[in-house]
């Protein structure tokens, strides 16, 4: 993994970079790919584009696709496998375990009917669940989907460190983790990865979770960098399908989607005259925040993952920087990025 490997866009060519995950020598695309939406959350799916979409990230070099066992109740880790087996070693996969219905299986959060579960014994479960549907031998990087607030996290971790010695799961890693859980988890065996949301309207993990991470060696996963598509400044919200996730979040209503309008207005006049697109520029953003930052923006489609590659070759200025700095103080009204029910989930 980690060759050179090129593309054009629009007559440019850009080559891949990589960066490090954590302190090991995996070399992973700076630009992933998050694959939720082929399956789960953002409206209409369709399988031909998603996996035309999987065979271009090997194209372009994009080695670092993220799912997880809830993403359509197991059908993303079904529909990447398509790719992911006959180019296993292309990719560096990562998967996610602990939100399930009361019922049984994997299912989604923020639901009536399902719940978060980071006990041992339903990770040896659904770590068997995630190696059937992908039909592989062994997960990349494995990580707690959360942690879970009635399970000790050296317990939930204990269990993912076995996975290891069985040679089921080569890395750990933990989603939304306070740092005095990730401090603990790290203790019991060195976790490779901390994914958390992290965009220009989401900078929660700036206060100590990144000074934790860094101390330990530890990447972060940018997950939602786009903020959900915000960040395009052609979505609109009103004409999103009925049960698309993001009509339920604060940001995206009243008062907090008109502000994060006009935020987002302004930012792609700045792009305009960087020559990139809004998004490329979102992207560039988190990519300059360090080089332990590996973000995986999510797409379902190919022309969206060709502009997000393209991110790449982004410059920042501090004159840049501090525009964009200047923007986000301007329109600080971002509101709030989950559900209250769904918040409780995180930095536990
Ligand atoms: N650990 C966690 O709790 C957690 C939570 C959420 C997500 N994740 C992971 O993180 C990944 C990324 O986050 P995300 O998908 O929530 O949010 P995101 O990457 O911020 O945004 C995804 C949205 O942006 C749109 N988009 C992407 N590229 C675009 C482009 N170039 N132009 C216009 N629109 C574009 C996508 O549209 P299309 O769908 O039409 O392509 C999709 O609706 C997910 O896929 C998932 O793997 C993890």
């Not at 019922?103 to 989604?108: E, L, T």
């Not at 309008?261 to 302004?266: D, N, S, T, V």
């Amino acid at each position: 993994m980690g060759y050179l490997h090129y593309f054009c866009i629009e007559q440019n060519i850009t080559v891949m970079k990589y960066r490090n995950l954590g302190t090991t020598n995996e070399q992973l695309s700076a630009i992933g790919l998050g694959c939720m939406g082929m399956s789960f959350a953002y409206g209409p799916t369709d399988e031909k584009e998603s996996i035309a979409t999987l065979e271009k990230a090997l194209d372009l070099g994009v080695n670092f696709w993220d799912t997880a066992d809830m993403y359509g109740n197991g059908a993303n880790e079904e529909l990447i496998s398509k790719v992911l087996v006959p180019n296993r070693d292309k990719v560096f996969i990562a998967t996610k375990f602990g939100f399930r219905f009361k019922d049984g299986a994997a299912g989604p959060s923020g639901t009536a009917n399902t719940y978060f579960d980071g006990s041992p014994a339903w990770i040896k479960i659904a770590v068997e669940n995630s190696l059937r549907r992908l039909r592989i031998d062994t997960i990349d990087l494995y990580y707690a989907h959360r942690v879970d607030p009635n399970v000790p996290i050296e317990d939930t971790v204990g269990a993912m460190a076995e996975l290891v010695k069985e040679g089921k799961v080569r890395y750990l890693g933990l989603s939304e983790a306070s740092p005095a859980s990730i401090i603990k988890a790290n203790a019991v065996h060195p976790i490779a990865a901390l994914q958390s949301e992290y965009s220009l309207l989401t900078r929660d993990v700036e206060k100590e979770i990144l000074e934790t991470v860094r101390n330990l060696g530890i990447s972060l996963v940018p997950y939602s960098p786009l903020a959900r598509g915000l960040f395009s400044n052609t979505l609109n919200l009103d004409s999103l399908s009925a049960d698309d996730f993001r009509r339920t979040l604060p940001r995206n209503q009243g008062e907090h989607a008109a502000n994060n309008a006009r935020l987002i207005a302004e930012f792609a006049l700045l792009a305009q005259d960087k020559q990139c697109s809004p998004i490329q520029l979102a992207l560039a953003w988190v990519l300059a925040q360090g080089n332990d930052i590996i973000p995986i923006p999510g797409t379902k489609k190919r022309k969206y993952l060709e502009e997000n590659a393209g991110a790449i070759d982004v410059q920042l200025s501090d004159s840049d920087l501090n525009t964009i700095e200047d923007i986000l103080q301007k329109y600080p009204n971002v509101g709030a990025r989950y559900s209250e029910g769904a918040m409780a989930l995180v930095n536990n």
